[in-house]
């Protein structure tokens, strides 16, 4: 199997112990689930994530696996909004839409990077939400890691300027594109309607609402020798696109939630079984803050150092 830069074979993944539906984003987050009172849903969202890291370290991924306890932070169970990490040893902090999401920045998370692996700088957005300017993370983008291509939806959490920022400090071609679900409704975060792997990328066209922008994008895609898997809004909706590919032991894993896989046609999911392994995680109470298991994985894109025996 030969490495690809899109396919991290190190995940940082947080285990909350308050896990609730964030009041604070659910104005913009139709994927999210409203009025939900489960007594237990914090206890149900532990061990998801707790089953969750253990089948992918059974699958050769390394996941370093950190707790939250605080009762802060509803979201913090998805870590990919706050940091991003790229080749090169280069790790970004973002700015937060949410106040309470601002808390989830963990500086220890960052410290454990700099131990483990070669992170030369640290470049640090945090500071533009004073201004009102934000752009979460690989929420906020689909990074393509090969062409060097940053795709983001148009949204309050997207700031044009924030990103052109970003693009021209990491080396990426922003790629902004407006969409929304059959209802109008913008769609909050670009990972929940793409995923971009090695050999396939996975895209909810139909939200897409420019046409020249939809076929510009397709045929960048289709450019770099991508098979196309084209999906529906309402499968979407069931998190079909917020899918990440990982390097596992022998092969490329796809990881993506059971709700997600259920919602794939026979045929589409055996075109994407031909390109790379198929992991379903089962995550149906964090599916209920909006998110599912692409946001709950921070992939980690840094080489790392070597460890004296």
């Given at each position: ?5 899109q ?19 659910a104005?913009?987050n139709s994927?999210?689930a ?13 061990r ?8 992918l370290r ?6 370093h696996?950190f ?9 913090s169970?998805?870590?990919?909004n ?6 090169g ?5 973002y ?5 309470n999401r ?17 992170v ?6 945090s500071?533009?939400?004073?201004d ?21 939806v148009?949204s309050?959490?997207?700031?044009p ?9 990491f080396g ?10 059959a209802?109008g409704i913008p ?11 090695t050999?396939?990328?996975m ?8 046409f020249?922008r939809?076929?510009?994008?397709l045929?960048?895609l289709h ?7 084209e999906?529906?809004?309402d ?6 696109g ?5 390097e596992g032991?022998g ?10 896989l ?5 045929s589409?999911?055996?075109?994407i ?8 995680l ?9 998110g599912s ?10 080489s ?6």
């Amino acid at each position: 199997m030969r490495h690809s830069p899109q396919a991290p074979a190190s995940v940082v993944m947080i285990r909350p112990h308050n896990f609730n539906v964030n009041k604070q984003t659910a104005d913009d987050n139709s994927f999210q689930a409203a009025g939900i009172e489960l007594p237990d849903i914090a206890e149900r969202a532990y061990r998801e994530i707790t089953n969750a890291a253990e089948t992918l370290r059974s699958h050769g991924v390394t996941v370093h696996l950190f707790d939250d306890v605080g009762t802060t932070t509803p979201d913090s169970v998805f870590p990919n909004n706050w940091f991003s990490t790229h080749a090169g040893g280069h790790v970004a902090v973002y700015p937060m839409r949410a106040g309470n999401r601002r808390l989830e920045r963990r500086f220890d998370i960052i410290e454990m990077l700099k131990l483990k692996y070669r992170v030369q700088e640290v470049v640090d957005y945090s500071g533009l939400e004073a201004d009102g300017l934000f752009l979460e993370g690989t929420g906020a983008m689909v990074l393509d890691h090969i062409d060097r291509v940053a795709y983001a939806v148009r949204s309050d959490r997207t700031n044009p300027v924030v990103l052109e920022r970003f693009a021209t400090q990491f080396g990426f071609e922003p790629m902004v594109f407006d969409a929304c679900d059959a209802q109008g409704i913008p769609v909050y975060h670009t990972n929940v309607l793409m995923c971009i792997g090695t050999d396939f990328a996975m895209i909810g066209t139909s939200m897409m609402r420019d046409f020249s922008r939809r076929e510009e994008i397709l045929a960048r895609l289709h450019n770099s020798d991508r098979y196309i898997v084209e999906l529906r809004d309402d499968q979407i909706a069931r998190f079909a696109g917020n899918a990440l590919e990982l390097e596992g032991s022998g092969s490329r894993l796809l990881a993506m939630s059971t709700t997600a896989l259920a919602s794939l046609e026979p045929s589409q999911r055996d075109a994407i079984a031909e390109r790379v392994r198929i992991v379903a995680l089962d995550i149906p109470s964090i599916e209920m803050a909006g998110g599912s298991v692409r946001c709950t994985l921070a992939g980690i894109h840094l080489s790392p150092r070597f460890q004296a025996r």
